[in-house]
């Protein structure tokens, strides 16, 4: 059996426009964002959760299923340690004061990519606000951290390895939805639209197999100043696009 990606379809109060059914984001431009106002990097990040709860506030609007945000990948590793432990705190400190608003307004909160590197203790939080939003159907937020798409695959390729190893799957039967069923995203819809801010024009290792059939938007909105405004800009610009998979 062949995936085919299912088409955004309009959403109400949507004017009759596509609305798309996933959205995901690599929130870039942080730090230049920071280092042109003298702050610290740390500065930055904290602006660009900002960010990330108003365009999550929008996307719920707009009637967006699932907005994925590429949080930290696992190349961030590289990154200076005191950065590090200040992107762990940000985590720590969000989850703590924005739970219960997820909760209430029906956000399913799901993490693709192994959480578990961030230590036993921020990795139980985040367990626990997954397993409390687990229920919530309104809207889904996926987290990507510690995530890299090129592992993400091989994850699934040694998955699907070890079944066949085991007999409990033929290799004639490995198809694309077999290994779509393989990946961290395998719960979530069909990726729609992919943004990048702050004007690079490259995908960082993200949703590699899932931005196949995606659009791709790069705008040069630096992530911290990415609002509403400019998340419902790209959802026309979304709109205005003919998706035709290969076709006529």
Same mark, same amino acid.
């Given at each position: 059996?062949?995936?085919?990606?299912? !088409?955004?379809?309009?959403?109400?109060?949507?004017?009759?426009?596509?609305?798309?059914?996933?959205?995901?984001?690599?929130?870039?431009?942080?730090?230049?964002?920071?280092?042109?106002?003298? *702050?610290?990097?740390?500065?930055?990040?904290?602006?660009?959760?900002?960010?990330?709860?108003?365009?999550?506030?929008?996307?719920?609007?707009?009637?967006?299923?699932?907005?994925?945000?590429?949080? $930290?990948?696992?190349? &961030?590793?590289?990154?200076?340690?005191?950065?590090? &432990?200040?992107?762990?705190?940000?985590?720590?400190?969000?989850?703590?004061?924005?739970?219960?608003?997820?909760?209430?307004?029906?956000?399913?909160?799901?993490?693709?990519?192994?959480?578990?590197? $961030?230590?036993?203790?921020?990795?139980?939080?985040?367990?626990?606000?997954?397993?409390?939003?687990?229920?919530?159907?309104?809207?889904?937020?996926?987290?990507?951290?510690?995530?890299? !798409?090129?592992?993400?695959?091989? &994850?699934?390729?040694?998955?699907?390895?070890?079944?066949?190893?085991?007999?409990?799957?033929?290799?004639?039967?490995? #198809?694309?939805?077999?290994?779509?069923?393989?990946?961290?995203?395998?719960?979530?819809?069909? *990726?729609?639209?992919?943004?990048?801010?702050?004007?690079?024009?490259?995908?960082? &290792? $993200?949703?590699?197999?899932?931005?196949?059939?995606?659009?791709?938007?790069?705008?040069?909105?630096?992530?911290? #100043?990415?609002?509403?405004?400019?998340?419902?800009?790209?959802?026309?610009?979304?709109?205005?696009?003919?998706?035709?998979?290969?076709? *006529?």
């Amino acid at each position: 059996m062949t995936v085919v990606p299912a !088409s955004a379809e309009p959403r109400p109060d949507s004017g009759g426009a596509a609305v798309p059914r996933h959205v995901a984001i690599i929130m870039d431009g942080n730090g230049r964002w920071a280092k042109a106002r003298g *702050l610290p990097r740390a500065a930055g990040h904290k602006a660009g959760a900002e960010a990330a709860r108003k365009v999550l506030r929008a996307a719920g609007e707009a009637g967006v299923e699932c907005l994925t945000l590429y949080a $930290f990948s696992s190349e &961030n590793w590289r990154r200076p340690e005191t950065e590090i &432990n200040d992107l762990k705190g940000l985590l720590r400190f969000y989850i703590q004061s924005e739970l219960d608003a997820l909760h209430k307004e029906g956000i399913r909160l799901k993490i693709i990519g192994d959480h578990s590197a $961030f230590g036993p203790e921020l990795c139980k939080m985040v367990d626990h606000a997954v397993s409390r939003t687990a229920a919530n159907t309104r809207m889904t937020l996926a987290i990507a951290l510690n995530y890299g !798409s090129r592992v993400e695959l091989v &994850n699934a390729a040694r998955n699907l390895a070890e079944k066949v190893a085991s007999g409990d799957l033929d290799p004639a039967d490995i #198809d694309e939805a077999k290994l779509d069923e393989a990946l961290d995203t395998r719960e979530l819809p069909p *990726l729609d639209l992919l943004i990048r801010t702050s004007g690079e024009c490259r995908l960082s &290792n $993200f949703l590699l197999w899932q931005a196949a059939y995606a659009e791709l938007l790069f705008v040069e909105t630096l992530w911290p #100043d990415f609002g509403g405004n400019e998340l419902r800009a790209a959802l026309a610009e979304f709109a205005a696009r003919e998706r035709r998979y290969g076709g *006529l």
